[in-house]
């Protein structure tokens, strides 16, 4: 089955630098990585994700990026606020495979903005 | 829309009791999943199902049941509770077929076995 490893696993940051996670993936085969934040005590919640047909896509202050030959793919958050201090999960699924489109979750990465 | 709901929030239970989490969604989604999450830790899947009538073994599917006799609800049987399944559950959806295929997660139970 799919492993999706996530790096790193804390991250702290100056507020208005920028916070980088990354992903990797094994299965050749998965074609839709979505990202979801997570804040203390609440339910993940998606933030972006990005097909496999597809290199880059922004959104405001937020970015990811894809390597499908290199199966990785990361998060970028520019401009952080303390707002951003969350868990951040990277997941991979097979959106054609018959197999539900479960996805497989990295284990997050704890990003905290120092104000 | 309510989106997904869970009832209950947070529950106590004795080692070897049993319980059902139960997880509703209103937005017609085909797909239903439930995930654990240990403290500190990503999100492992117990159960999932494409559609009433259907389910099939996720990560950690030890411990656990599920059914899926309606397109809404979709609830988690957890039959001898042990300690080791103290954790956060959370259900989620999903359309198949949508140009976003997101989950759409639940609230979560907060679960404590003694």
């Known amino acids: 089955g799919e492993n999706v490893e996530q790096h790193p696993s804390t991250l702290s940051v100056q507020e208005g630098d920028s916070a980088v996670i990354k992903c990797t993936y094994s299965d050749s085969a998965s074609n839709y990585f979505p990202w979801y934040k997570q804040e203390l005590g609440k339910r993940p919640q998606l933030i972006i994700d990005?097909?496999?047909?597809?290199g880059e896509k922004k959104d405001q202050r937020i970015a990811v990026t894809l390597n499908k030959t290199a199966k990785h793919f990361s998060l970028h958050i520019t401009e952080t606020q303390p707002e951003d201090s969350a868990v951040y999960f990277c997941a991979a699924s097979n959106r054609g495979n018959t197999n539900a489109g479960k996805s497989t979750f990295g284990d997050g990465t704890t990003l905290t903005v120092k104000p | 829309n309510a989106g997904v709901t869970q009832t209950p929030k947070f529950r106590i239970l004795k080692i070897g009791q049993s319980m059902t989490l139960q997880c509703t969604q209103d937005?017609?989604?085909?797909?239903m999943y439930w995930y654990r999450q240990d403290p500190g830790m990503g999100l492992k899947l117990i159960y999932y199902s494409v559609g009433a009538g259907i389910t099939d073994k996720g990560e950690v599917p030890n411990g656990y049941n599920v059914s899926r006799s309606t397109t809404e609800d979709f609830p988690l049987r957890l039959e001898l509770a042990a300690p080791s399944q103290t954790s956060v559950y959370f259900c989620?959806?999903?359309?198949?077929?949508?140009?976003?295929?997101?989950?759409?997660f639940g609230p979560g139970t907060r679960l404590l076995v003694l």
């Open positions: 989620a959806s999903s359309k198949r077929g949508a140009i976003q295929e997101t989950q759409y």
């Open positions: 990005i097909r496999s047909n597809v």
């Open positions: 937005m017609n989604h085909n797909y």
